[in-house]
């Protein structure tokens, strides 16, 4: 059976930073296209970033040039970086892959980690 657990969440004040993480465990060949993905309370789920098996990215606009992403094949890790913090990114931050397992590819989701970013 295949996790993603994330961690490296917290709190922070505005202007700060923090690097998430996000690891595969489990019967894992292979990761795929891996997303990160937030929702703050009241709001629904939202993109935040993308990144491809061969390290092209894309970041939502409320991001862009905060926020880096990154990953670690050897390792099956997934990262997510934030800077410059503001308190509208305060969320529970979830990751989003594709995981190859015999050949076959499925898709899963980890629990979250709680973002906090104080004013």
């Known amino acids: 059976q295949v996790q993603l657990v994330e961690s490296g969440g917290g709190l922070v004040q505005a202007g700060g930073s923090l690097k998430l993480s996000c690891a595969a465990s489990?019967?894992?060949?292979?990761?795929?296209?891996a997303l990160w993905y937030r929702q703050a309370p009241g709001r629904q789920r939202e993109f935040v970033a993308r990144?491809?098996?061969?390290?092209?990215?894309n970041f939502a606009d409320s991001v862009e040039g905060r926020f880096t992403i990154s990953r670690d094949d050897p390792k099956n890790t997934l990262y997510l970086e934030m800077n410059s913090l503001e308190p509208e990114d305060t969320a529970v931050y979830y990751c989003?892959?594709?995981?190859?397992?015999?050949?076959?590819?499925?898709?899963?989701w980890g629990q979250g980690t709680q973002v906090t970013v104080s004013s």
């Open positions: 989003n892959a594709d995981i190859s397992q015999s050949g076959r590819l499925r898709n899963y």
């Open positions: 489990g019967s894992v060949d292979g990761i795929g296209v």
């Open positions: 990144i491809t098996r061969g390290g092209l990215t």
